[in-house]
T-cell receptor
């Protein structure tokens, strides 16, 4: 069983479309994250949820909306996609958000906006 | 602000030893972690230092000096499969305690 799974792995779409990426973890972790990795490999945190509660919302355009129906799932919906949204999006989870515990990452979703 | 700086690229040959440095600036500190990411793959956890000193895990060791806000990852007996990007990471402290990653170091191991 994959610990953190996200779908789809690849997503190619046109500017202006709306798309969603789903993420599920079966580790029983309390905290989940969305990271964006750009072409220079920089991993930037976007959102973090702890037990379904939003605790981190970085300076991300409000076209990006996370949703956590339960603590095992954290989905990312993106409205009105722009060329600059092209990147790899990683979902991750960790046991908690206090100690620097290991974060487990999903396989990533490579989003290409054309 | 909060930042972690690493060299952008390091090149070494098989069998050699390489050190990847990380200097950090954060409002709080709960230890330094290291992650490995192969091209096209996901970051995977390598090590964690909460206290000063050296932690060894097989061919990989990680060092932390909290007074210097500095750490490094040491890779010994390099193998071709070690070619990857390496990231240091810290918890940023504060109310959100977010997990922040360094700028990443691309290690190229040559035969």
């Amino acid at each position: 069983d994959t610990a953190v799974s996200q779908t789809p792995k690849y997503l190619v779409t046109q500017m202006g479309n709306d798309k969603s990426i789903k993420c599920e973890q079966n580790l029983g972790h309390d905290t989940m994250y969305w990271y964006k990795q750009d072409s220079k490999k920089f991993l930037k945190i976007m959102f973090s949820y702890n037990n379904k509660e939003l605790i981190i919302n970085e300076t991300v355009p409000n076209r990006f909306s996370p949703k956590s129906p339960d603590k095992a799932h954290l989905n990312l919906h993106i409205n009105s996609l722009e060329l600059g949204d092209s990147a790899v999006y990683f979902c991750a989870s960790s046991q908690d958000r206090v100690v620097n515990t290991e974060a487990f990452f999903g396989q990533g979703t490579r989003l290409t906006v054309v | 602000g909060q930042s972690l700086e690493q060299p952008s690229e390091v090149t070494a040959v098989e069998g050699a030893i390489v050190q990847i440095n990380c200097t950090y600036q954060t409002s709080g500190f709960y230890g330094l972690s290291w992650y490995q990411q192969h091209d096209g793959g996901a970051p995977t956890f390598l090590s964690y230092n909460a206290l000063d000193g050296l932690e060894e895990t097989g061919r990989f060791s990680s060092f932390l000096s909290r007074s210097d806000s500095y750490g490094y990852l040491l890779l010994q007996e390099l193998q071709m499969k070690d070619s990857a990007s390496y990231f240091c990471a810290v918890r940023g402290g504060g109310a959100t305690n977010k997990l922040i990653f360094g700028t990443g170091t691309l290690l190229a191991v040559q035969p």
